[in-house]
């Protein structure tokens, strides 16, 4: 993984769960370009995008190894108006916030996270986590310190390969059963969202809706065969 630093000009804002285009020129000319969520909160001036390196990758192996400081990209974007969240918005419902991710999933909800610790007043707010391993948590400092902040965020890991030696938390996929105890109840009406690997997002979003969730309260956002599933 890479956290990429971008001084845009005239970048136009983006909202919590907007993500770019990055598009490749080679020297012979051929394009290709991928689509990366938006890591760095609205607030913040220069925009961070955080990038999983995949092996057979067109683009992420050049922004996560061969990108330096000074290189130019070309981006397209913000991209995107259903996947999005506003503390503000939030605010005026008094919703809770309920976060679920696989992997790099976990990109955009931490800009909605880095967002909502920006924002005047916080809704409560919760984070489920799953990856293969302890060494492949995300941003697991800056989560540590913003649930040591204690304004109403809990966050809860999930491990679905070998724990690190004295781990306490839940080793297994997230389900149903994992869902219903660390999850708001659905009288609260959270505002949900769900992302990571395609096979993540549809069962947890099953699972919430079995569990009486609002099916137009819970946003999902997928992507390939990738991440702790």
């Known amino acids: ?108 909800l931490m800009c909605m996270l880095r967002h909502r610790a920006a924002a005047a007043r916080r809704p409560a707010a919760r984070l489920l986590y799953s990856a293969r391993t302890a060494d492949e948590l995300i941003y697991r400092d800056e989560l540590d310190r913003l649930v040591a902040a204690r304004d109403g965020l809990a966050v809860t890991v999930t491990l679905t390969g070998a724990p690190p030696p004295g781990w306490t938390g839940p080793t297994r996929r997230i389900d149903e059963r994992m869902l219903a105890g660390t999850a708001w109840p659905a009288a609260q009406r959270p505002a949900a969202f769900v992302c990571g690997p395609t096979g993540l997002v549809e069962a947890v979003a099953g699972d919430l809706v079995k569990l009486g969730h609002d099916p137009g309260r819970i946003k999902t956002e997928r992507f390939g065969p990738t991440g702790g599933a």
């Open 1 to 108: 993984m890479r956290t990429i630093v971008l001084d845009v000009p005239e970048w136009p804002g983006h909202r919590p769960g907007q993500h770019v285009d990055v598009r490749l020129t080679a020297e012979d000319g051929y394009q290709t370009e991928r689509s990366y969520s938006i890591a760095s909160p609205p607030e913040q001036e220069l925009l961070e995008l955080t990038v999983e390196r995949l092996d057979d990758g067109e683009v992420s192996p050049y922004l996560v190894g061969e990108l330096r400081e000074g290189d130019r990209l070309e981006l397209r974007g913000p991209i995107g108006g259903y996947f999005v969240w506003s503390a503000a918005a939030s605010a005026v419902d008094e919703s809770p916030l309920l976060l679920v991710a696989g992997g790099s999933g976990v990109v955009p």
